[in-house]
């Protein structure tokens, strides 16, 4: 079992930039590929980065390259989405959530999720 946290969520002007970070527990967080997706009002569900079990590999959708960086660090057992250059269509929901397949990528199928943590940009 893996329980997830996400943190570092806000409100932040247009061009900023915020770290969220998603806190695991459970032995088996190394072995799961771990994403962030996110969810704004009256959208569908959205991927935006996905990272491999030992963090090699790493997926992020076509608006998010460039702009954001997922990392983990599997002695933390945290995964990481650095967000820069945010505009206000980035406002939504942040959720992070776990594979126990290798990677998450926008068609994984999810074992786990997070709370969620919203994140806001005005501009």
């Known amino acids: 079992q ?3 946290v996400e943190s570092g969520g806000g409100l932040v002007q247009a ?3 915020l770290r969220l970070s998603c806190a695991a527990s459970g032995r088996f967080f190394s072995s799961c590929g771990v994403g962030w997706f ?3 009002p009256g959208k569908e569900r959205e991927f935006v980065a996905g990272i491999s079990r030992a963090g090699v590999e790493t997926r992020y959708a076509d608006s998010m390259k460039g ?3 997922i990392s983990r660090d599997n002695a933390e057992n945290t995964v990481y989405l650095q ?3 945010l505009k206000p269509e ?4 942040y959720y992070c959530a776990a594979t126990v397949q290798r990677i998450v990528t926008e068609t994984s199928i999810l074992d786990y999720w997070g709370q969620g943590t919203q994140v ?3 501009s």
């Open 90 to 93: 980035d406002t939504a929901v």
């Open 83 to 85: 967000m820069n250059s």
């Open 120 to 122: 806001t940009v005005s």
């Open 67 to 69: 702009r954001f960086t």
């Open 38 to 40: 996110r969810l704004a």
């Open 2 to 4: 893996v329980q997830l």
């Open 15 to 17: 061009g900023g930039s």
